[in-house]
Antibody, heavy 119, light 108 residues
Framework: QVTLKESGPVLVKPTETLTLTCTVS??????????VSWIRQPPGKALEWLAH???????SFSTSLKSRLTISKDTSKSQVVLTMANMDPVDTATYYC???????????WGQGTLVTVSS | SYVLTQPPSVSVAPGKTASITCGGN??????VHWYQQKPGQAPVLVIY???DRPSGIPERFSGSNSGNTATLIISRVEAGDEADYYC???????????FGGGTKLSVL
C-alpha cells in the first residue's frame, strides 16, 4: 500500500523558513517512473502546485515561488523535504505531498499538514 | 502559462446527472485528470487519462475530453458526492502540473 505523510511545524513566524518532510512508504524514491510533488491549499481556496522531484533528481518549481523554494530527497530515509524561505501570512495553507504517477497524475496524496504563519 | 477554467459551483438533485466542465486552450490534446476533495480531507483521484477510473471509484464517475473542454460526469448523483472537484493537466512547456480553480458540487 502506497502512503505519504507530511510532517513539520504547525506555526511559523513571518520571515522564518518553513521545512516540511514527506515520508513515503510502499514505493521507492529511486523508482525511475515516479516523482513526488508538494501542493498547497490556502483555506477555502484552490490547489496550488509548488515543486516536484523525480528519482533522477530532476526538480521543478512554481515560477512565482521559485526563489523561495528548495526540494531534496533522501532515498535511504524515504523522505522528500521542501523548504520555503521568508514565510508570510499569505503562505498559511494546508501543505500536501503526493506521488506523481507515470501518467502525470497525483495518486495518492498525503493527509496534509496545516501551516499557519503568524507572529 | 496554461490556464484551466472551471465553474465555481454546480448544483444537482439526487439521482440526476452532474456535469463539471474544465476549459483550456486545445485541452483535447492533453490528458486530463480529476480529483474529488471532501471537506477536511485530501484530494482523491477519481478520473485519469480523461476517462479512466482508478480501482474503487464507482462507475457513476466518467469523463470526456475534446476541443477546448473536458467534462467530469457523475451519474445518479448521491449526497455523498457533494465535494469540490478539480481538474489537472501537465503543462509540458513548463514541465509542471496545472490545476483548475475547482468546482463545488452541491446536491440539492
Amino acid at each position: 500500500q502506497v502512503t505519504l505523510k507530511e510532517s513539520g511545524p504547525v506555526l511559523v513566524k513571518p520571515t522564518e523558513t518553513l521545512t516540511l518532510t514527506c515520508t513515503v512508504s510502499g514505493f521507492s524514491l529511486s523508482d525511475a517512473t515516479v516523482g513526488v510533488s508538494w501542493i498547497r491549499q490556502p483555506p477555502g481556496k484552490a490547489l496550488e502546485w509548488l515543486a516536484h522531484i523525480f528519482s533522477i533528481d530532476e526538480k521543478s518549481f512554481s515560477t512565482s515561488l521559485k526563489s523561495r523554494l528548495t526540494i531534496s530527497k533522501d532515498t535511504s530515509k524515504s523522505q522528500v523535504v521542501l523548504t520555503m524561505a521568508n514565510m508570510d501570512p499569505v503562505d498559511t495553507a494546508t501543505y500536501y505531498c503526493a506521488r506523481i504517477a507515470p501518467g502525470n497524475w497525483f495518486d495518492p496524496w498525503g493527509q496534509g499538514t496545516l501551516v499557519t504563519v503568524s507572529s | 502559462s496554461y490556464v484551466l477554467t472551471q465553474p465555481p459551483s454546480v448544483s444537482v438533485a439526487p439521482g440526476k446527472t452532474a456535469s463539471i466542465t474544465c476549459g483550456g486552450n486545445n485541452i483535447g490534446t492533453k490528458s486530463v485528470h480529476w480529483y474529488q476533495q471532501k471537506p477536511g480531507q485530501a484530494p482523491v483521484l477519481v478520473i485519469y487519462y480523461d476517462s479512466d477510473r482508478p480501482s474503487g471509484i464507482p462507475e457513476r464517475f466518467s469523463g470526456s475530453n475534446s476541443g477546448n473542454t473536458a467534462t467530469l460526469i457523475i451519474s445518479r448523483v448521491e449526497a455523498g458526492d457533494e465535494a469540490d472537484y478539480y481538474c489537472q493537466v501537465w503543462d509540458r512547456s513548463g514541465d509542471h502540473p496545472v490545476f483548475g480553480g475547482g468546482t463545488k458540487l452541491s446536491v440539492l
